[in-house]
């Protein structure tokens, strides 16, 4: 069975210093990940995918997700977060014709 | 621009009513479609896939003869909330993949409010 770990419930960071989103995943084959941002009462937004390739990919909004298959993480960076980016972010696996299993999500707070 | 609509965005309705959840792929085709439910506060579970022309596919313990699901054409599934109850009260996601590429879009979510 698949499953999405995001270990981290709720995070806070002050305007301007650097982001880190952790996520395990448990797949028997090789993984389609995501990172998905959802504002408050929003649908999803794709902020970046990992298919298969380069392990570090970017993706929109300044962020960037690095696949490590040794740890099973795909955990989303960013160097300097916004007030703009306080949302909450959901890790995913699988995709396409796949069903798309969530992680429980991290709720994201900005402070001036 | 989005790719993928829901309809409508939010509804209140009272309990014992149903009530009927539009996705729509905007630009392609979607022989598969896939309905999600989100609780207050917790993460998205898959609720059912919808098939164009055929029975949609439950996730174990969905109940299909409550959350009835039709995918008339290649470009529309609903959802229809029969005789909704407040525990039926969440917010309603859909997503539909692009056959050529495989991506995955997501409709924008529809909040019910049972009363």
């Known amino acids: 069975a698949q499953s999405v770990t995001q270990p981290d419930i709720h995070i806070t960071v ?12 448990s797949y028997g084959a090789t993984p389609y990940l995501f990172w998905y941002v959802q504002s408050p009462g929003q649908g999803l937004q ?4 990992y298919f298969s390739g380069d392990t570090l990919v970017q993706g929109i909004k300044g962020f960037e997700a690095e696949f490590k298959r040794s740890q099973s993480s795909f955990n989303l960076r960013k160097p300097s977060v916004h007030w703009s980016d306080a949302a909450e972010y959901f890790c995913a696996l699988g995709g396409g014709y796949q069903k798309v299993t969530f992680g429980i999500g991290t709720k994201l707070q900005v402070i001036p | ?20 959840i539009e996705c729509r792929s905007l630009d392609f085709q979607a022989t598969t479609m896939f309905w999600y439910r989100q609780f207050p506060k917790q993460s998205l579970m898959l609720m059912a896939t919808s098939n164009e022309g055929s029975k949609a596919t439950y996730e174990q313990g969905v109940e299909k003869d409550k959350f ?17 109850h407040p525990e039926d009260s969440s917010f309603y996601i859909c997503s539909a993949p692009r056959e050529a590429t495989g991506e995955l879009f ?10």
């Open chain 1, 46 to 49: 794709l902020l970046l995918k």
């Open chain 2, 1 to 20: 621009g989005a790719v993928v609509s829901q309809h409508p965005s939010w509804v209140i309705c009272k309990s014992g009513t149903s009530v009927k």
């Open chain 2, 68 to 84: 009835l699901i039709n995918h008339a054409s290649l470009t529309l599934s609903t959802l229809t909330v029969t005789s909704a």
């Open chain 1, 14 to 25: 002050s305007e301007g210093a650097s982001l880190e989103l952790r996520c395990n995943y």
């Open chain 2, 106 to 115: 997501f409709g924008e979510g529809s909040r019910l409010t049972v009363l």
